[in-house]
Nanobody, 124 residues
């Protein structure tokens, strides 16, 4: 069974940094997209950062609200994706979710899996 597990959330003061990690496990042949979404209370879930087309080199997208402050990176061998968050603001407070599009061994077609989420709170 394929699973993804996030870690690294917590409480940080404005201007501080956090690094989120997400690792997939299970019978995965390859992963084509790794992304981070977030959802704040009372708001819609939004895409924060994404690396797509990983199997053909990778394309990175960052939401305008985090561009210049957040960085997404992957370690394909470890089936992991990271989100380095710098200069955090109170409005970055949300539950952050890892998402992956993957292909299982002995299977065709990509599936999408979401992590359980990790809480990030930015407050003084």
């Amino acid at each position: 069974q394929v699973q993804v597990v996030e870690s690294g959330g917590g409480l940080v003061q404005p201007g501080g940094s956090l690094r989120l990690s997400c690792t997939a496990s299970g019978s995965i042949a390859n992963i084509n997209t790794m992304a981070w979404f977030r959802q704040a209370p009372g708001k819609q879930r939004e895409l924060v950062a994404q690396i797509s087309q990983i199997t053909s080199g990778g394309r990175t997208h960052l939401a305008n609200s985090v561009s210049g402050r957040f960085t997404i990176s992957t370690d394909n061998a470890k089936k992991a994706v990271y989100l380095q968050m710098n200069y955090l603001k109170p409005e970055d407070t949300a539950t952050y979710y890892c998402v992956m599009d993957y292909m299982e061994l002995s299977s065709s077609g990509y599936k999408t899996i979401w992590g359980q989420g990790t809480q990030v709170t930015v407050s003084s």
